[in-house]
């Protein structure tokens, strides 16, 4: 019981006005429309009242379910093998969630380092690390975030791991369940995997209510908290083709070679209980390091050294690197909505220098530059947080919850009174011990601008969060390009919009055309079948090579475990079969034809994609939501730049009202104004601009 309730009430934090937005929307009414809803509003004693025997509102019902989760009764929490929150009753669904945080953050936070310190320093080395300059400034390469652990989140350390455990026990002795797979790296072959499953048979399936932008802006979020690094190629991996494979007729190709992911040289011998390990090749805090670059070399090439401002050319678009498309602080994997986004946030980091300019006369380029990237990072981690995840789940009560996560409720308490009454409640039950300040004050006043927290862990991002965020279904394997008025104008091929392609087409259409183009477009949905048939048949110089199967392939050489014993190790109940997996009777026969093993056999990619039990107006599936909401949060509340330092003396007053003014919308027509009359009447730039009304895929 300790243990959860130190750690249930943290997922109050993002899903804590679930229930109450439900009832007060209607039942059945949960998606969101482009032009978004009402909220709710709440009094004081809806959310906790302490003076009352025994204490009422919602908060105070928590500890009943998380004590009878640790008796063992985990049956509370699911029907047969899967969650049923979203099919309870209002507040019953939100104490599932809750405790089901609360276990995640208590059992599947793993750092990767056995010392005391990330990257295995000793005490003298961590204390000499961190200067002055630091204090109030984000660095380059992401240290000394963490003052006290100051390599932790940097460039070049260790992904942590999100499963309970890494072991498990045969005959007495602890045998590793979570490592790098080798003997059965191939089976079943991921070429034959993908073939079967996972590539595109014709048009997409599409998401009805997203739009282009967000298959973009998952990408650019990506960049910025994970990369592997590029591959060994002196560790050669091959895939054998069979017979009848289309490489094998087309050209006589045999098999398709990749390179390994690069190795981790920093282990140690002690550290062989460990799990394979391997680098973030990028920053892993929420720092923008996308747009920034990971390294000093790299954010001063970006730069322009005059006004704090990153360097564009006369029309205001990203330099040109020596491939011929945007340079920016992450480039690869490159296409045009990445050419577009990087060039609107360089754009926007521009505007903001200008604002701290204008207001801060005397700040030098280097405070400029450092203040305007930490407003453009935390604007960026705004919109991730109430926009594009409420646009790709449009659940109207997960959109209460995650503006909770920022806010905290006080942001539904509009009445300045109830506010304030609520405020007394709060502390109220702090000072009797109902809930700790930990939990109490983040569900309150959110987690931005709140203490850091790390839940004792120091921060990192995870394989299994890089695994989950697999998301190229996403990608359309056209896109139709229009004017700005969204007259259609043709077709052109996605595999042309990358590298310099996109900027070849960015320089050949107006911006306001292509904005509205990727505004209109749909998405893929995250199911199977739905891999961009492009990206399944890329050409190299050394013959095809097929992503979907590589996607496979990475996840099992980086220890990922199958789809059922990752259920296990983030505490939900594994799936009995295949035809407990999906309704559809066709996948589950060609599921069964590819994985011979059965359920058991099946990737972790491979099963998400297949789920049919999600939860309603949810474009992706319950096993990746359960890390999803174990991560969304810590993002926030181990970065001190979003908690302790989320402050005016950090990034100004002008620079914590520019965020909270601002989002995905205004940031468009601030540097698109022609679009304004086409957004007029469009909450979230996510959705289809044009109104499309939503339906669960």
Not at 114 to 125: I, Q
Not at 362 to 389: F, V
């Amino acid at each position: 019981m300790n243990i959860l309730k130190k750690y249930s009430g943290t997922l109050l934090l993002p899903f804590l006005l679930l229930a109450f937005a439900q009832q007060s929307l209607g039942a059945g009414d949960v998606c969101i429309s482009s032009a978004g809803y009402t909220p709710p509003s709440y009094t004081a004693a809806d959310i906790l009242n302490p003076t009352t025997s025994p204490p009422s509102g919602f908060l105070a019902q928590y500890p009943v379910l998380a004590a009878q989760v640790a008796s063992g009764n985990f049956s509370a929490l699911f029907t047969t093998f899967h969650t049923d929150w979203y099919n309870e009753t209002l507040e019953r669904g939100l104490l599932e969630l809750a405790t089901i945080r609360g276990i995640l953050d208590a059992r599947n936070l793993k750092h990767m380092y056995l010392g005391a310190y990330t990257g295995n320093l000793d005490a003298s080395t961590a204390a000499s690390i961190c200067g002055p300059e630091t204090a109030t400034a984000r660095t380059a390469d992401g240290r000394c975030n963490k003052l006290s652990d100051p390599l932790a989140g940097s460039v070049g350390t260790r992904l942590g791991r999100n499963v309970s455990t890494f072991y498990t026990l045969v005959n007495g002795q602890p045998v590793k369940i979570v490592d790098a797979e080798t003997t059965t790296l191939m089976s079943p072959n991921p070429r034959d995997v993908s073939l079967a499953v996972l590539k595109r048979r014709s048009q997409a399936q599409e998401v009805p209510f997203l739009n282009l932008w967000a298959t973009a802006w998952t990408q650019f979020m990506i960049h910025d908290w994970f990369d592997h690094g590029p591959s060994d190629n002196s560790r050669p991996i091959s895939i054998p083709l069979g017979p009848k494979d289309p490489f094998r007729l087309e050209s006589g190709q045999t098999q398709i070679v990749v390179g390994s992911t690069p190795a981790d040289s920093s282990r140690l011998p002690s550290e062989a209980s460990l799990p394979k390990s391997f680098n973030n090749y990028v920053t892993h805090w929420w720092d923008g390091s996308q747009l920034y670059g990971s390294d000093a070399a790299t954010a001063d090439r970006l730069r322009s050294h005059q006004g704090g401002k990153l360097a564009l050319d006369q029309n205001g678009r990203l330099p040109i690197n020596a491939q011929g498309f945007g340079d920016s602080g992450f480039s690869r994997n490159w296409w045009l909505g990445l050419e577009m986004l990087h060039t609107l946030f360089a754009q926007e980091h521009n505007s903001i220098a200008d604002m701290l300019a204008t207001n801060y006369p005397s700040m030098s380029d280097q405070e400029l530059y450092d203040k305007a990237r930490l407003i453009n990072a935390a604007l960026m981690a705004k919109i991730h947080t109430l926009e594009w995840t409420p646009g790709i789940l449009p659940n109207k009560t997960l959109d209460v919850g995650m503006n909770a996560n920022w806010y905290g409720l006080q942001k539904f308490v509009p009445d300045p009174v109830q506010k304030y009454i609520l405020g007394l409640y709060a502390q109220g039950a702090i000072a009797a011990g109902a809930l700790p300040a930990s939990v109490i004050n983040p569900v309150i006043y959110g987690i931005v601008g709140g203490n850091v927290d790390d839940k004792g862990v120091s921060f990192s991002m995870t394989e299994e969060f890089a695994a989950i965020y697999r998301m190229h279904p996403l990608t359309p394997d056209k896109l139709a390009l229009r004017t700005a008025n969204g007259t259609f104008l043709n077709n052109i091929a996605a595999v042309d919009s990358t590298n310099a392609g996109a900027r070849t087409i960015m320089n050949a259409n107006p911006f306001d055309g292509l904005a509205v183009s990727f505004g209109l477009q749909h998405p893929g949905q995250l199911v199977l079948r739905n891999y961009p048939k492009w990206m399944t048949e890329l050409v190299t110089p050394a013959g095809k090579i097929d992503l979907a199967a590589i996607d496979l392939l990475r996840d099992r050489e980086r220890g990922l475990p199958r789809y059922n014993m990752f259920r296990r190790l983030t505490n939900l109940p594994p799936v009995p079969s295949i035809d407990a997996l999906t309704d559809d009777a066709t996948l589950r026969k060609a599921l069964k034809d590819v994985y011979p093993g059965g359920i058991e056999q099946v990737d972790l990619f491979v099963g998400v994609m297949a789920e049919s039990f999600r939860p309603t107006c949810y474009g992706f599936s319950e096993t990746l939501f359960q890390t999803f909401i174990l991560m969304a949060s810590r993002r926030l509340q181990a970065d001190r730049f979003y908690t302790n330092d989320y402050r005016p003396g950090v990034y100004t007053q002008q620079g914590l009202d520019w965020v909270a003014n601002n989002n995905f919308k205004s940031v468009l027509i601030r540097h698109i104004p022609s679009i304004a009359h086409t957004l007029e009447n469009v909450q979230n730039a996510f959705k289809p601009w044009d109104d499309t009304p939503p339906t669960s895929p």
